[in-house]
């Protein structure tokens, strides 16, 4: 079935044109058998041709997509449905060679297919392949080719859809970090300065030194004197992850910049999980050229959101970090930093000073390896750490 089929050798111009000068010949001959049988070869010819045209417009072609988002890795498969919609029969060949992504070559039995289609029949066809490293693919749309059954006129087609492969970056297991917060209302559990009034603990006699808006009626009618609302002080992490685009935007820090990625993805997953809002902020582009921001939220469409910018993300930076964190910060209650950048000195000291004067806590992760003894590092009581420390070693992501 992974063979290619190849046409006849009818389907050649100068093959017909000897045909047809032995008809001739055979007529000034009066050989009577042998212009039956060009008679009877050139009818056949004919009604191919027109068989294969008749096949042309009866098929219907629809392709799927195992999954258009994907890690490093994981197994994805494409399929293509080839339905025959009137009674004739008819032959097809499929073939799906992405040329532009060698990495998306499907693996088994190659990569064509062909049989043969009765009336009214559908068919699949599906190809294997595991999905590539970081990225945006396009798969292209398979090379089809129908003819009659006989295969003497076969005739080309573009089959089924584009699709889009979006890979994200490959997940690391890392550590849970303890992310600097400066928090407004306090831990739950405890008494804040400010009660928050999301999270309502229970009721208790009215005191009168309180503002009305919390008196709970329904409280207050079940026990026959005035009740009040007593608040759980509360708070939810936010977290914008700043990334220095223009520290690697420079020769051999493309394998440190995916290491990058990848620990950035793994960290708004681990994030995610433990019910922290996330946002994203870089001065760096995506594939289509489009600027790299993502608010901060805590909505369950947000980590996906934010692993698709990191696949589309591109080695090239477009201005100053600054510049982008003015532009697209929007600070808010109980928000903390963290940047990622190639050495301790790759990020602008204005940054630190533009996060220092609004009270945003700040906790930065380098690429390089910082020296032990430097006051920066982790053991010293910084806040920076190397990007090795934050992955877990040995682990591994199934």
Avoid at 165 to 179: E, F
Avoid at 195 to 220: C, E, F
Avoid at 265 to 280: E, M, Q
Avoid at 314 to 319: A, E, F, P, V
Wanted: hydrophobic share 40%; aromatic share 6%; with cysteine.
């Amino acid at each position: 079935m992974g063979e290619r089929r190849e046409p006849t050798l009818f389907g050649i111009p100068f093959c017909r044109f000897l045909l047809g000068m032995l008809l001739f010949a055979a007529l000034v001959q009066a050989r009577r058998d042998l212009v039956i049988l060009c008679l009877g070869v050139l009818g056949l010819m004919a009604l191919a041709r027109v068989w294969s045209r008749l096949c042309l417009s009866a098929l219907r072609l629809g392709s799927r997509l195992s999954r258009s988002k994907a890690f490093p890795g994981e197994a994805l498969s494409l399929e293509l449905a080839a339905r025959n919609t009137r009674l004739l029969p008819l032959w097809v060949q499929v073939d799906w060679s992405p040329a532009r992504s060698p990495a998306l070559c499907p693996s088994g039995t190659g990569s064509v297919r062909h049989c043969g289609l009765l009336g009214h029949q559908t068919v699949s066809f599906r190809w294997q392949f595991s999905a590539p490293a970081r990225g945006v693919y396009s798969l292209g749309r398979p090379d089809v080719r129908v003819a009659d059954p006989l295969g003497f006129f076969p005739r080309d087609l573009r089959g089924g859809a584009e699709h889009e492969l979006v890979v994200y970056p490959r997940r690391v297991p890392v550590v849970a970090l303890a992310i600097p917060r400066r928090g407004f209302f306090g831990l739950p559990g405890t008494d804040g300065v400010v009660q928050d009034p999301v999270y309502i603990l229970g009721t208790r006699d009215y005191q009168h030194n309180q503002p009305a808006r919390h008196i709970h009626w329904n409280a207050s009618a079940r026990h026959q004197r005035l009740q009040e609302k007593v608040f759980e002080p509360s708070h939810q992490a936010k977290v914008l992850l700043l990334l220095d685009v223009g520290s690697f935007a420079e020769e051999g820090a493309a394998a440190e910049f995916e290491r990058t990625l990848e620990v950035v993805g793994s960290l708004t997953l681990d994030l995610d999980r433990r019910g922290c809002a996330v946002g994203l902020a870089s001065d760096g582009v995506t594939a289509g050229g489009s600027r790299v921001q993502l608010p901060v939220a805590g909505t369950p469409q947000q980590a996906p959101a934010l692993l698709d910018l990191l696949a589309r993300l591109q080695r090239r930076s477009t201005g100053p970090l600054l510049a982008a964190l003015q532009r697209d910060l929007r600070p808010s209650r109980g928000l903390s930093c963290v940047c990622f950048s190639r050495r301790p000195d790759g990020l602008p000291h204005g940054v630190r000073e533009y996060l220092r004067q609004r009270r945003i806590p700040l906790l930065e992760i380098v690429a390089d390896a910082l020296d032990a003894r430097s006051s920066d590092s982790p053991a010293a009581g910084g806040r920076v750490y190397r990007l090795a420390e934050v992955m877990v070693p040995g682990a591994q992501i199934p």
